[in-house]
């Protein structure tokens, strides 16, 4: 399966445009960074409520659509910051691609 042309750019231009209608023309990079971390946190959090791993009986419950929709929000936040950066999701994405491509993977022996 190969990325078609433009996917990725046009979801970064599309996040782009829809920041800036939200009002949010204004963050620097440095404050989507930050948020970033939150929202990442929050996929952590939402994971650990869908297992029901440490939570209180309140806090159980959540299920996959909370996760997708704080997958959601890290996606806004990286492509937002990416663009405060001046970098081409895209153009990154497939040059990373074809390094990965070169490299050989391997699971680590388990030595606990």
Do not use: C, W
């Amino acid at each position: 399966m190969d990325l078609k042309p433009g996917t990725l750019r046009h979801l970064q231009e599309y996040i782009h445009e829809q920041s800036i209608k939200r009002g949010f023309a204004d963050e620097t990079a440095e404050e989507q960074l930050i948020i970033l971390v939150e929202e990442i946190g929050e996929i952590a959090k939402a994971y650990r409520k869908n297992t029901g791993m440490y939570v209180s009986s309140s806090d159980q419950g959540k299920d996959n659509e909370d996760i997708g929709q704080e997958v959601a929000d890290v996606i806004n936040m990286l492509f937002a910051f990416a663009t405060s950066m001046g970098i081409d999701i895209e153009r990154s994405f497939l040059e990373k691609e074809v390094k990965n491509t070169q490299r050989t993977y391997e699971r680590a022996e388990n030595k606990g």
